[in-house]
């Protein structure tokens, strides 16, 4: 099959039988990326959730029957609910060809071979119109990036301007300042807050708290400690030509600096797309020093959540790389071609202060940082998994979120993409099953690493148990 692609026709049904007859020929094949399917909708349907196994498939083609369409009040074919909305999903999300058979004897009065025709067209021109964060991805679905490395590498200015454009997640993070600065200083006082703004990059975070103290009526000094050269040149144009002294700018790492004095709030974006893996806990363990005894962290906290996920199209682009390095190393990805096979449950949380460290020095390492959990889920329909959803939720101040969980997402926030976990060897779950996913985060003096793995029982016997991934960081890590 060099050159030959291979596309399997389908027949959706109430019978589950068609996605499972599907999994055994494509893992007979090996899970073979020349082989696809065509979905043939019935008129009966199967349930959501099984409908919703075939958006992680290689659907190149959907094939409608003209006997599933419907007439309308006026003798038009039209499709009815639960077909319309699929169909949608699929348009949206995949973008098939879409087939029509027209029947041998008229089916609808007022049809004409066209008219099938033109109301798949329709359909088409009629799709919920994209929100700010799909229209922000384009071209990004499905496709693989490394996660940041903030601290061993500098980010350029055009990092920075992509994830400037991001309103929500400033507009929370002022509202998270500006709550702070009530709860924190009476009306009419003449005390000024110090804030210090750590990894500051190129100033929004800088400009958030000034627009807070104004809309608080708040006095405030901020302090904005960046180590990357690239942005500290921006920092000095902002000072000199909107902040003038209310602000004192310090080139410095966050972790090595010494402040003239403490500060009252600390406020940092640190955060990355399973929250901690671009180092936030690290960074802030160091800059905590800064912070008065009652003084306040901007965010507070923020937990990791996984879900076990399918997707052919994210594993075969991994298997693509033909080595175990790229299986063992995690990636942003915004989702299209996914399903999850059960909702996402939290791993573990990051709060700070961080009352478990000295409040004036440095702490001795980094073992307090390590974080292990094990989670289980409860899968109700045949599945196959290709690895791990990762996301985040962060409470900034009190009830003042950012979150790209699914169930609590901020909308129109696209700072973040999801993250994705792989496995190499996918695993067939079947209906009944339970996938029980242990994950650690593990450190040592240069960097930090994640470690997982999964296994498939049902009925208290072991299915499938895969080996640990990324052993000691041996495929990815973050440095130090």
């Not at 600096?257 to 500060?263: A, D, G, H, N, V």
């Not at 003084?295 to 594993?315: D, Q, R």
């Not at 990805?333 to 059960?342: I, P, S």
């Amino acid at each position: 099959m060099s050159y030959t692609q291979m596309w399997i026709k389908v027949k959706v049904s109430s019978d589950p039988k068609a996605w499972r007859q599907w999994n055994q020929l494509r893992t007979l094949t090996h899970f073979n990326p020349k082989i696809h399917v065509v979905l043939e909708l019935s008129s009966d349907l199967p349930s959501q959730s099984l409908l919703d196994m075939w958006l992680a498939e290689p659907v190149k083609a959907v094939i409608l029957p003209a006997e599933i369409f419907i007439s309308n009040a006026k003798g038009y074919p039209v499709l009815g609910k639960t077909h319309q909305g699929f169909v949608k999903q699929l348009m949206r999300g995949l973008r098939p060809s879409m087939v029509v058979t027209l029947p041998q004897q008229p089916l609808h009065s007022a049809a004409t071979p066209s008219s099938y025709q033109e109301y798949v067209r329709f359909l088409n021109r009629n799709l919920p119109e994209m929100n700010e964060v799909e229209r922000f991805s384009l071209g990004y679905q499905d496709y693989l990036q490394a996660p940041l490395q903030p601290l061993m590498d500098n980010l350029d200015n055009q990092t920075y301007e992509t994830f400037e454009r991001d309103p929500i997640k400033y507009q929370q993070y002022e509202e998270a300042v500006y709550q702070a600065l009530l709860d924190r200083v009476a009306p009419d006082s003449d005390v000024e807050t110090v804030i210090m703004v750590v990894g500051a990059g190129r100033g929004p975070l800088v400009s958030c708290c000034l627009r807070a103290s104004t809309k608080a009526e708040r006095k405030v000094h901020v302090y904005a400690v960046e180590k990357n050269p690239n942005a500290y040149v921006t920092l000095q144009n902002a000072k000199a030509d909107m902040w003038h002294d209310k602000v004192t700018l310090v080139f410095a790492d966050m972790r090595k600096w010494t402040p003239p004095r403490k500060c009252d709030i600390l406020v940092s974006e640190l955060l990355g797309s399973f929250g901690d893996n671009e180092l936030s806990p690290e960074c802030l363990d160091g800059a905590q020093k800064f912070l008065k005894e009652d003084g306040i962290s901007i965010p507070a906290s923020y937990t990791a959540f996984v879900a076990p996920l399918a997707s052919t199209k994210l594993y075969n682009e991994v298997a693509a790389y033909k080595d175990l390095v790229h299986f063992e190393t995690p990636y942003v990805v915004m989702f299209q071609q996914v399903c999850e096979l059960a909702p996402s449950k939290p791993l573990w949380t990051f709060e700070h202060p961080n009352p478990r460290i000295p409040a004036h020095e440095n702490p001795l390492n980094n073992l307090h940082n390590m974080r292990y959990q094990q989670v289980q889920f409860h899968v109700q329909n045949d599945m196959i998994m290709h690895g791990l959803a990762g996301y985040f939720e962060s409470v900034l101040y009190n009830k003042v979120m950012i979150s790209i969980h699914p169930t609590t997402h901020s909308p129109g926030m696209f700072s973040w993409f999801p993250i994705f976990f792989p496995i190499a060897t996918p695993l067939q779950v079947p209906q009944g099953a339970t996938v029980t996913v242990d994950f650690w985060r593990q450190t040592d003096a240069k960097k930090v690493w994640y470690e997982w793995t999964v296994a498939v029982t049902l009925a208290e016997s072991d299915l499938s148990v895969l080996p640990i991934h990324n052993v000691s960081g041996r495929s990815s890590w973050v440095g130090l």
